[in-house]
């Protein structure tokens, strides 16, 4: 498995050549480069702060401010996110020399008990406005980084099911409900007949959180899908799977 860090980091540094590609051939642009330590913020009700670093990995100063806000999903899975209060990055805005580092604080300003995880995502960004504006750059990109953050009860587990359903001759989805009080992460989903061998699978998934379901789409290995009993493998973040029995339908 791949360092979760590293593949984050990659993504951040994707958004620039994304958005560079929108670009006409004859605009200049210009970005920062960041990067953030840890990518997830996992923290116990207990705790009152969290230490997060950022990193300016260019060799220009770099403004950053930073937002919380409370994280939950729409039925479609769709991330639905409200400024909230209860944690503060302490300071909100952060100033870095080329190629320096600092550590802040992510504070609890709120302590409650939890009956569940609590979710939320701290969104760090770029102020490129704060900086001297250069003669010869015409569109200025400003990055961001969204890190979720996760406040968890001693004894709150994710419990996910999930189910396959046929959408077409040659794909399927997998609907998966988490019904625990902490979030479920599907990192690589795969169908296996009885045989053990595999005729559809996805390689990336997304977060599940406390009481909601998602669909993942599969698509078939080699040519179209054989209906009949089969297996759902799971793969997780945390490196461990879960097996459902299935049927797959005409």
């Known amino acids: 498995m791949k360092n979760p860090n590293s593949l984050l980091k990659q993504s951040l540094f994707a958004i620039v050549v994304v958005a560079v590609a929108f670009l006409v051939a004859s605009t200049d642009a210009q970005a920062g480069q960041f990067s953030v330590t840890p990518v997830r913020v996992f923290m116990a009700p207990k705790d009152r702060a969290a230490a997060i670093t950022i990193t300016n990995e260019s060799d220009e100063p770099l403004v950053m401010q930073a937002d919380v806000y409370a994280w939950k999903q729409k039925p479609d899975g769709e991330d639905d996110l409200v400024a909230s209060e209860d944690l503060f990055l302490a300071p909100p805005i952060i100033k870095l020399a080329p190629r ?4 802040v604080r992510l504070a609890v300003l709120k302590p409650a008990s939890l009956p569940e995880q609590q979710t939320y995502r701290l969104i760090v960004r770029e102020v490129p406005e704060a900086q001297a504006a250069d003669k010869n750059v ?8 969204s890190l ?9 587990k994710r419990s996910l099911t999930c189910s396959i359903e046929r ?3 040659n794909a399927a989805t997998a609907s998966c409900e988490n019904v625990g009080r ?4 599907p990192r690589e989903l795969s169908l296996v007949t009885a045989a053990g061998t595999k005729v559809a699978a996805r390689e990336s998934g997304g977060y599940i959180l406390p009481g909601m379901k998602r669909g993942f789409e599969l698509k078939g290995v080699n040519g179209s899908l054989a209906s009949g009993n089969a297996k759902l493998v799971v793969g997780l973040d945390d490196g461990t799977s879960q097996t459902f029995e299935v049927a797959v339908r005409d």
């Open 138 to 145: 015409q569109v200025q990109i400003a990055l961001a980084f």
């Open 100 to 103: 320096a580092r600092q550590v």
């Open 182 to 185: 902490a979030y479920a992460q």
């Open 148 to 156: 979720p953050v996760f406040i968890t009860p001693a004894d709150a």
């Open 167 to 169: 959408t077409g001759a």
